[in-house]
């Protein structure tokens, strides 16, 4: 089989597929879910040497699999990561998950009480079952679990800020303005410059206006060669995963910023490749809310 796949943060080697001819009753199913060269030859399931890319390491055939024959090892992918699939009693009916979803408020107003490790656990056990592209996975995520875990990351954070700031000044902005679209004069000048003042204006009065004195952030950053778009859906699945256990979230779209320090990746041991996408605070929340909101998307168009 080949033995080399689709590129991701850890390489390019394949996965490798094996399959226990004793147990296999031939029923076809892991060849019709594989994506990538698994068929039915010479009276065996086999790997077939002329598909296009060798196994990305998927699991998908292990999964489905009615006798377990199939076992994939490889790309960080192992029989042990296989679990029984919950019962249909177990999984949230339609209605509990979107009163889940519904209750789910931005939440920028912490109580004191910290974050239990287990319950940090379990956010993450439960986040890392996002679908997040090619596997295995190029999410990274960094825990900062405690107020002055917090506070150190905020400090590092504001620092850079206001070495940008001179970046953001009206004059600066002018001269820019030639080279860069409307849309995105208008949000330096509109958004970002004024933040920036706010976070700095904050920090003098002795307030936290970058991470509302939050006692958990979970920092997300992604490897080059896979969609940003992976590490969002994590951190939403992290962010209802939260509130499934009783906390607030809210997340921060200005820590991506600091993408751009090699300081501050260097010391939170984020990969100088990998790109810093999304913060998401975490903590019981201090307020509680008593109504739910029915947002709508901008347009839906049925074809």
């Known amino acids: 089989m080949k033995d080399k796949t689709f590129k991701t943060g850890i390489g390019d080697m394949a996965a490798i597929p094996t399959i226990d001819a004793k147990t296999c009753d031939l029923?076809?199913?892991?060849?019709?879910?594989?994506?990538?060269?698994l068929k039915i030859r010479d009276g065996a399931v086999r790997?077939?040497?002329?598909?296009?890319?060798g196994c990305i390491g998927c699991g998908l055939c292990m999964a489905v699999c009615p006798t377990g024959s199939i076992t994939v090892t490889g790309r960080k992918m192992s029989p042990e990561m296989r679990l029984p699939m919950p019962a249909n009693d177990a999984i949230a009916t339609p209605d509990q998950l979107e009163s889940l979803l519904l209750r789910r408020r931005s939440i920028r107003l912490f109580a004191e009480k910290e974050v239990e490790k287990p319950v940090v656990d379990a956010i993450l056990r439960m986040a890392s079952t996002a679908p997040m592209g090619i596997p295995p996975s190029d999410v990274g995520v960094i825990v900062f679990r405690g107020r002055d875990k917090v506070n150190e990351l905020r400090t590092d954070a504001l620092d850079y800020?206001?070495?940008?700031?001179?970046?953001?000044n009206r004059g600066v902005l002018?001269?820019?303005?030639?080279?860069?679209?409307?849309v995105s004069y208008e949000m330096l000048r509109d958004f970002v410059r004024p933040v920036l003042k706010e976070y700095a204006k904050g920090e003098a009065e002795g307030s936290d206006t970058l991470f509302y004195d939050c006692p958990l952030l979970l920092l997300f950053h992604v490897s080059q060669y896979a969609d940003p778009a992976d590490s969002y859906i994590a951190a939403t699945y992290a962010m209802i995963a939260a509130e499934s256990l009783g906390?607030?979230?809210?997340?921060?779209?200005?820590?991506?910023?600091i993408d751009y320090s090699r300081k501050i990746k260097r010391k939170y041991g984020i990969p100088k490749s990998n790109r810093v996408t999304l913060g998401i605070?975490?903590?019981?929340?201090?307020?509680?809310y008593?109504?739910?909101l029915r947002r709508e998307f901008a347009s839906v168009v049925y074809r």
């Open 247 to 257: 906390l607030g979230t809210c997340m921060n779209g200005m820590i991506p910023v």
């Open 47 to 53: 790997f077939d040497d002329d598909a296009f890319v």
């Open 290 to 292: 008593q109504r739910a």
């Open 281 to 288: 605070m975490i903590g019981y929340p201090a307020v509680k």
């Open 174 to 182: 002018l001269l820019m303005r030639p080279f860069v679209k409307k």
């Open 161 to 168: 800020f206001q070495h940008l700031s001179r970046y953001f």
């Open 27 to 37: 029923c076809g199913w892991c060849v019709k879910v594989c994506g990538t060269g």
